[in-house]
């Protein structure tokens, strides 16, 4: 199947071309700025400690601010005619709308009335029609093998006993993900037509991507109201960037000459953009779907925090009675799901690629489509099967399996037989490893690591990028962020290294091994959609909480894009150098180091820009096994519903993704100038 | 012509309804919207809002669960797009409970009749390797302490808090009675339970949070420290308590679990406000229903029925007008 998309990646943002704009290169300057830094930091704390420790007094009370400003809009702001919270609150039942549609056709069935006092009209699809109409969709964009697939994702949802809460969940994501494809769309089509839009653009994107859902979900709670449509909005906001970012690179990517072909045909504006450039870039725009779809189901468990239910909230409800089996299942559901559209995705992503099939020649209903048809009749029978024997409408509960205590066990045995040895490897760790680096960090002084920042954002980039990698790390000095984002880059880059050192090896293991390659997709399918509060418990059992046990989560989560990368960049070294490497009497080792990892170093370092990306979206789940980093801020501020607290932590956070991306990538890029 | 014939199937409905229920009084000028109660990820909670749900239902109110968190939720009771929540702890929730009913738009309906309890917990088997527990002052000597350590906190003990934000002023009442202990704060209820459940299976040492009603102190054998008591003054005024220079040198207070709610509720539905005011269990009961679930693997819905049986006179009371 299609496996060249990367499953769960947020496009990173390419900078723009400056060609000549080469950053000065001294060989003195590094040495010389390194030297400096080192004696700063060795001896100048006495004479100026505000260099160290950022005075309280001179932090600006943003949080303050923004906190005030959200009163406003909460209470004054107005367009006259109407205010901005009725302007949300309509948004929010136009969303409702077509969620309570889907709801009751997938979940409750057709109800008159409110509440408990409804009446069921209409029962909703019963098992067997919704199971059969997946079969037919995966039939139509994928042929059997596919049918089987998600057939079978579906048949566990079935057999597990997960089909309410799935059915709820899968409603939310069916109204969530075209909205975000739409709104993407026209984002990325403004953005494509007016570049001053685009500008604009590109860093609130990126804002909404790297900010920690929970920073922002006080204010979506009080402008969108509380329940699914509130939780659908909070899921757009994370999940709609990819879209836009895919259509305005898909757009671009449009060859020249079709866009000469539409002029000389005499196209209009509208009829270049929809009937041109949009059909062209198909089946990019269908990798945006993908990610969209993808990164809803990344939400569920949060989504289910402020009253999404489904899924989400059998997880959490399983793990606070330690119940790590339920846990699971409810997990592995979502899993399941996530593997059903994501494969529906990415064929309907190679359909689109293909040229359309001939129109069939039958004028009737049934040869023009057969698929719709089939669907059809397939609600009819079930229908009626349903009314005539229960089990075909709700799957009877006898017939449903479950591993019970099995999985608690497991870790029952592990965690009697194997603690002191976990705990030996863990303490090793800890004591000579992150204890260390965490106060190595925390001591150094923020003027100087500012500096260092900009220093490397000018060799590498010039003096705008110098400007702003030094304007962000400076801001989460002003804000008084400063020494939690230290605890929050040492955590995080502690578990990207270790999430590089596991998962490059395993990448270059995997790239020329097709079998092997299969199966770590599924593994890291797996890792990236299962919610960590799954595997975070056990962790917990056999690791206790703190520092560790965030580790340990962070690189479960952020390994996949280390692996996925270095096999993408491997697979695409052409092969022609390798033949010539190899005629020149180059040995296997020296082919893989000399020629094959150089050539795929700038795709290895884009996983790794990946890696930080993933390694920081899991800060608040970190927060919830004990760590003291940004994190925690913005879960405290969640908690105590402070929304300035919680934006201006959650900014931090997005600021350090920002400047880790921005060098990374420039980086990349001019590797990849001395490569060619 | 639909729209009357719905309307009037759904009169029909509720007259033959409140015909059929000779006990539910008829309550006039009152809402026929769903009533939306709140639903979090604790077992307890759970009982008791269903509890309360059934309870209106009787009363021919119509009900709704809203799934939601804890904390966030206050965000939702000020708008009015929820309207009851039947758990907010003393313990944990009274600052955001505070904030909220400041507002005006949040009120506070009584309590529940369950008390919250919070103290410092440890398994029966310690004992062994602390003979002076439960009294608090064992917890000084440098061979407690040392069985309590793990090697990041030796030769200090280690004492596992609740979240950040719980509060619970611990590392102040470690200073403050100057305890040879390191506090290390869980992340998440989750995470501490997890953490009593691996050393409980290897009856490895551990001091941790510990609330009640919960499940734990049924599953596991155990026995809660006991501090000097908690009083306002030992909280607030340094001078007060064992240590003449520090305040909270005193243990935890015990604290009501509150129901709270939408301010609106009382002019909407007069008669569904004065039953939820007028709902009241007690721990002892409460503590079995949770055990019935958590243990031994009954569902919610059973064991809130069998309640409803049981108790039949005591909710009609809370509904009646």
């Known amino acids: ?676 | 012509m639909f729209k009357t014939f719905r309307l009037s199937q759904t009169l029909a409905a509720t007259l033959c309804l409140s015909a059929a229920l000779a006990t539910t009084p008829a309550f006039s000028q009152e809402s026929t919207d769903p009533i939306k109660l709140t639903l979090h990820d604790w077992t307890g909670q759970l009982i008791t809002t269903e509890i309360m749900g059934e309870v209106l239902k009787k009363a021919g109110y119509s009900v709704e669960y809203v799934q939601a968190d804890y904390l966030a939720q206050f965000a939702g009771l000020e708008s009015g797009d929820l309207h009851v929540a039947m758990e907010m702890w003393e313990t944990t929730g009274r600052d955001a409970m505070d904030a909220a009913t400041a507002t005006g738009k949040v009120e506070n309906f009584g309590e529940t009749g369950m008390q919250a309890k919070e103290e410092w917990w440890y398994p029966e088997y310690m004992k062994e390797k602390c003979p002076g527990l439960p009294n608090w002052e064992a917890l000084k000597s440098e061979a407690c302490a040392e069985a309590f350590s793990i090697p990041e906190t030796a030769p200090k003990g280690r004492y596992l808090g609740g979240p950040v934000t719980w509060g619970g002023f611990d590392d102040e009442r470690v200073e403050a009675l100057e305890l040879p202990f390191e506090v290390i704060h869980a992340g998440t209820d989750a995470a501490l339970f997890a953490e009593l459940e691996s050393a409980y299976q290897r009856q490895a040492p551990i001091l941790l949070w510990i609330y009640a009603p919960h499940w734990a102190p049924a599953k596991y054998k155990g026995e809660w420290v006991e501090f000097p008591p908690y009083s306002k003054e030992c909280y607030e005024d340094p001078a007060a308590g064992l240590n003449p220079d520090a305040a909270y040198d005193c243990g935890k207070p015990f604290g009501p679990i509150w129901k709270v709610g939408w301010a609106g509720v009382k002019d909407k539905w007069p008669g569904a406000y004065a039953a939820i005011k007028a709902f009241t269990v007690d721990n002892d009961e409460m503590g079995a229903m949770i055990t019935k679930v958590d243990l031994e693997g009954q569902k919610i819905s059973d064991v809130v029925a069998e309640w409803m049986t049981a108790n039949e006179a005591r909710w009609s009371e809370w509904i009646k007008k």
């Open chain 1, 1 to 676: 199947m299609g496996a060249s998309f990367p499953f769960l990646q947020p496009v990173s943002t390419p900078l723009p071309e400056r060609a000549g704009q080469r950053a000065v290169r001294a060989r003195w300057l590094w040495p010389a700025a390194l030297l400096a830094f080192v004696l700063f930091w060795q001896f100048a704390k006495p004479v100026a400690k505000w260099a160290f420790v950022y005075p309280s007094a001179w932090e600006l009370p943003a949080a303050r601010w923004i906190g005030r400003a959200t009163k406003w809009l909460q209470d004054e702001a107005t367009f006259g005619l109407f205010t901005f919270t009725d302007l949300t609150r309509f948004v929010a039942a136009v969303i409702d709308l077509p969620y309570r549609a889907v709801l009751s056709l997938l979940s409750t069935g057709l109800l008159s009335g409110q509440g408990s006092s409804a009446v069921q009209q209409l029962p909703p699809l019963s098992w067997l029609a919704v199971l059969a109409i997946v079969a037919l969709i995966g039939h139509h964009a994928g042929g059997l093998r596919l049918a089987a697939l998600v057939t079978a994702c579906f048949g566990f949802l079935v057999l597990f006993g997960q089909w309410t809460s799935a059915m709820v969940t899968l409603a939310s994501i069916v109204v969530a993900v075209p909205i975000g494809v739409v709104v993407g769309l026209v984002l990325g089509l403004a953005a494509f037509r007016w570049p001053p839009f685009e500008r604009a653009l590109v860093p609130v994107l990126d804002l909404m991507q790297t900010i920690p859902v929970f920073a922002y979900l006080v204010p979506v709670l009080v402008f969108f109201g509380f329940g699914p449509t509130a939780a659908i909005v909070a899921t757009l906001i994370y999940a709609l960037p990819p879209m836009a970012r895919v259509t305005i690179l898909a757009l671009r990517s449009v060859p020249s000459e079709i866009r000469d072909l539409g002029n000389m045909v005499g196209c209009s504006r509208r009829q270049m953009t929809w009937r041109v450039m949009i059909p062209s870039a198909k089946d990019s725009l269908m990798v945006g779907v993908n990610q969209v779809i993808m990164l809803s189901l990344n939400m569920v468990i949060i989504a289910s925090m402020i009253g999404a239910g489904g899924l989400g909230f059998d997880v959490l409800a399983a793990l606070r009675r330690l119940d790590i089996g339920a846990g699971l299942e409810a997990g592995l559901a979502i899993v399941a799901l996530a593997v059903a559209l994501d494969r529906l995705s990415q064929a309907y992503a190679e359909k689109a690629g293909q040229p359309a099939a001939l129109a069939p020649s039958g004028t009737g209903l049934v040869a023009r489509h057969p698929y719709l048809v089939a669907a059809l009749a397939v609600v009819i029978v079930t229908f009626l099967a349903g009314l005539a024997v229960p089990a075909a409408q709700v799957f009877p509960e006898g017939w449903q399996v479950s591993t019970g205590a099995f999985w608690s066990e497991v870790v029952r045995w592990i965690n009697v037989n194997f603690f002191d040895a976990l705990e030996a490897i863990r303490n090793a760790i800890l004591l000579n490893l992150l204890v260390p680096l965490k106060r190595l960090l925390g001591g150094l002084p923020w003027s100087g690591v500012v500096l260092m920042l900009a220093l490397a954002g000018y060799r590498l980039g010039g003096l705008r990028l110098a400007t702003l990698v030094g304007v962000l790390a400076l801001l989460i000095a002003v804000t008084g962020q400063w020494e939690k984002a230290t605890i929050t880059v040492y955590l995080c880059g502690v578990s990207v290294v270790f999430a590089a050192l596991i998962g490059i090896p395993l990448g270059i293991l995997a790239a020329e091994r097709e079998r092997l390659w299969r199966w770590l997709q599924l593994v890291i399918d797996t890792l990236q959609t299962l919610p960590s509060f799954v595997y975070l418990m056990p962790v917990v059992m056999l690791f206790r909480v703190g520092d560790f046990t965030a580790m340990i989560a962070v690189v479960a989560y952020a390994v996949a894009p280390a692996i996925r990368y270095t096999v993408l960049g491997l697979q695409r070294v052409d092969p022609r150098v390798v033949e010539a490497g190899r005629a020149m009497g180059c040995t296997r080792l020296q082919i893989l180091t000399k020629i094959k990892l150089k050539l795929a170093l700038p795709e290895i370092m884009l996983g790794l820009n990946q890696t930080i990306m993933f390694a920081l979206s899991m800060l608040v789940i970190t927060a919830l096994v004990g760590t003291r980093d940004l994190g925690q801020e913005v879960y405290i501020a969640l908690t105590k519903a402070d929304t300035g607290r919680g934006l201006i932590a959650g900014l931090s956070v997005a600021f350090i993704a920002i400047i880790a991306d921005r060098l990374i990538s420039a980086g990349a890029r001019r590797i990849r100038e001395r490569v060619s």
